[in-house]
């Protein structure tokens, strides 16, 4: 809302201590309230580029809309997407309290300095992979998003609650989908089968790298900023999935796949980090068709932004000569 | 649109039914006022989360600081005489 500025005579150390207490006591940080600049700078980081993924990741669903086998399908998936659009300016509004911009945040998005989920850097091949987005990329959002509500800081954990809320139709109509292919023709379930043959993979890398290799992880424990480990989230998702897989009659392919009695928990295969670090860094499939898109979208648009921008302007001058005119 | 150039930012208040009050749900960016309040219904009512909608121009709030919040609020702990539990009334008196 209002940038925030540091204020009061305390010394730096004692509102180090006092913002640590605070933290500690589970009290939020409010956007004017004293914050350390690493706490601030990692969240606009965390929160501008979890806002990117969400405009983008309308990007390989946005294609789907025209083909929707149905016209149920059609209107849900647009629900779904524009859904996601909200959930960006929901996120940028957040981290512009912390006093960055709107246009800054884009334009780092733009040229390739902000970076957002790798998801949505693999193609949409077929109306299952829809069917699998929703189930798997939104049902592993979800499991990120529902420990990221506890987190410290208000406006994040704020946006985070609405989110949420919004989120458990997208997870639904995905595996509904999932449920119509896998259940349908041999052609559709081997569609089915395909979907999530691809996406799996992916799906489980958005938790991001592992504990032991995860360069932030630490400090934003300290700082509530995240609640729950990498590792842990990941492992919460594939003990949820599994039974949903097995339920529509689909293999999960990981052949190291296996319920550990002992730990009350499933054992999976290890994780091409080598294709992640690969994708991230811009060698992904659809890396480039998704920026080109974006930016495309964002530059055709100028014109009406400043129209809007211009028309703004004149209703507040005239507002303005009106007011003196009547004084 | 480059840096610095975002339209005006607005706060936006809603009243989910009727007989509650308008609460703060978040921000948006508008070119003027009725564009924010059509980007207030499409940003936060996609569910008729309401059935009223205030925008303000954020410029236009003014809010006490943070470092002000002991001064301004504190003193109200010492009045425990404002709450109705601090008299003492016998039990077999009612409707007190
Ligand atoms: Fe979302
Ligand atoms: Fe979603």
């Not at chain 1, 180090?16 to 009290?27: G, L, N, P, T």
């Not at chain 1, 080598?274 to 530059?299: F, Q, W, Y």
Request: charged share 25%; net charge negative.
């Amino acid at each position: 809302m209002v940038q925030s500025q540091i204020t009061g005579n305390a010394s730096e150390a004692d509102e180090a201590a006092r913002f640590q207490s605070k933290v500690d006591r589970e009290i939020k940080i409010e956007p004017r309230d004293w914050m350390p600049e690493g706490y601030r700078k990692t969240l606009v980081r965390q929160i501008s580029q979890h806002a990117h993924s969400e405009i983008v990741g309308m990007l390989p669903e946005g294609c789907w809309v025209t083909r929707a086998p149905s016209l149920r399908r059609k209107v849900q998936l647009l629900a779904k997407i524009q859904d996601e659009g909200g959930h960006g300016l929901y996120l940028y509004s957040a981290a512009e309290t912390l006093g960055t911009s709107r246009a800054e945040m884009i334009d780092a998005l733009h040229e390739g300095r902000a970076k957002y989920s790798n998801i949505f850097n693999y193609p949409v091949l077929s109306w299952a992979d829809i069917g699998a987005i929703g189930w798997l990329v939104d049902g592993a959002a979800i499991i990120n998003q529902i420990a990221l509500c506890r987190c410290s800081y208000g406006p994040y954990a704020r946006a985070m609650e609405r989110i949420c809320r919004e989120e458990s139709f997208h997870q639904r109509q995905g595996y509904e989908i999932m449920m119509s292919m896998a259940f349908g023709t041999k052609d559709q379930k081997r569609m089915a089968q395909s979907a999530l043959d691809r996406w799996w993979w992916p799906s489980l890398m958005m938790f991001g790298p592992s504990d032991r290799e995860s360069a932030h992880s630490s400090q934003s424990m300290q700082w509530k900023i995240k609640r729950v480990s990498n590792d842990d989230l990941r492992q919460q998702f594939i003990d949820m999935t599994v039974p949903q897989a097995d339920y529509l009659g689909l293999k999960m392919p990981d052949p190291d796949l296996k319920w550990n009695e002992e730990r009350g928990h499933y054992d999976f295969g290890a994780i091409d980090w080598a294709e992640l670090k690969r994708v991230v860094s811009g060698d992904g499939p659809c890396n480039k068709e998704r920026m080109t898109a974006r930016v495309k979208a964002h530059e055709d648009g100028a014109w009406v932004r400043e129209a809007a921008a211009a028309y703004g302007e004149k209703q507040r001058l005239r507002k303005q000569a009106a007011k003196i005119a009547a004084e | 649109m480059t840096a610095g150039h975002d339209w005006p930012l607005w706060e936006v208040f809603i009243r989910a039914r009727e007989g509650l009050s308008h609460k703060h749900v978040g921000s948006l960016h508008a070119s003027d006022a009725e564009m924010a309040l059509q980007h207030a219904r499409d940003v936060y009512t996609r569910r008729r989360e309401g059935e009223s909608i205030w925008v303000v121009q954020s410029t236009d709030i003014v809010a006490s600081a943070p470092a002000d919040k002991e001064s301004l609020f504190d003193p109200a702990d010492s009045k425990i005489y404002r709450h109705p539990t601090f008299y003492e009334v016998p039990d077999e008196v009612e409707c007190l």
